[in-house]
């Protein structure tokens, strides 16, 4: 009997929950706090959530510590309404925001999958470092239709085969210096990709993106 890979024994019936339609994407058009909220508890974040379950102990494989799934409660909002969700993996089973850590998550104009270092992370400046020491091997890593960006609030980024030597040391130089920086980098998928349709198909390019962006996961620590 030919061997099934690890990946594909790990909650295979339940990946069409994992599947978008552009309905999931309109929730963002809802005006105000409260119905936005409404239709996102319930039409959106099953989804993240099931996703974040499943994914996780393959995360944990990959990374060698437990990884455990957060999905977005926006709680903290009283005014505006999110103009984004997501769920995130980290090491740590209180929170993510400290960490290195990795999300999939959507915009009304796309979905992303990415590795990530926020503002609240201390590991930055390792980060930095990184970029600085191994900015040769990270050209060479993220594969060129992968996005790189600077904020998690805001949807534009930069491809990373644009990314020049200079934008990279300007990356580095935020992260080094100022308290509010950030990086990630990852995939994005239109809204209308059909992927996104395909749950067992998203399934595996969300975890193998994942995987491609390890290494980087690494250096930050």
Do not use: C
């Amino acid at each position: 009997m030919t061997a099934v890979p690890q990946h594909e024994t790990l909650h295979a019936p339940q990946r069409t929950s994992f599947a978008f339609a552009p309905a999931d994407f309109d929730v963002f058009a809802i005006p105000g706090l409260e119905p936005r909220m409404e239709a996102l508890i319930a039409n959106v974040r099953p989804k993240l959530t099931a996703l974040g379950e499943a994914l996780a102990s393959e995360l944990t494989a990959l990374v060698g510590e437990e990884m455990f799934p957060h999905v977005a409660k926006h709680a903290r909002r009283t005014v505006h309404a999110p103009n984004d969700t997501w769920v995130a993996w980290a090491a740590n089973k209180r929170g993510y925001k400290m960490l290195p850590h990795f999300q999939f998550g959507m915009f009304a104009t796309h979905a992303f999958a990415q590795f990530a270092i926020i503002y609240e992370s201390d590991k930055k400046t390792v980060f930095a470092k990184a970029l600085d020491r191994d900015l040769k091997k990270i050209k060479t890593i993220v594969p060129s239709s992968y996005v790189w960006s600077m904020d998690h609030m805001k949807p534009e980024g930069t491809p990373h085969r644009e990314m020049t030597d200079d934008a990279f040391r300007r990356i580095s130089e935020k992260l080094a210096g100022t308290k509010q920086s950030e990086v990630l980098v990852g995939i994005r998928l239109d809204r209308g990709d059909p992927l996104l349709a395909d749950g067992p198909a998203l399934y595996e390019t969300i975890r193998g993106t994942f995987e491609t962006l390890m290494p980087l996961y690494r250096m930050s620590f």
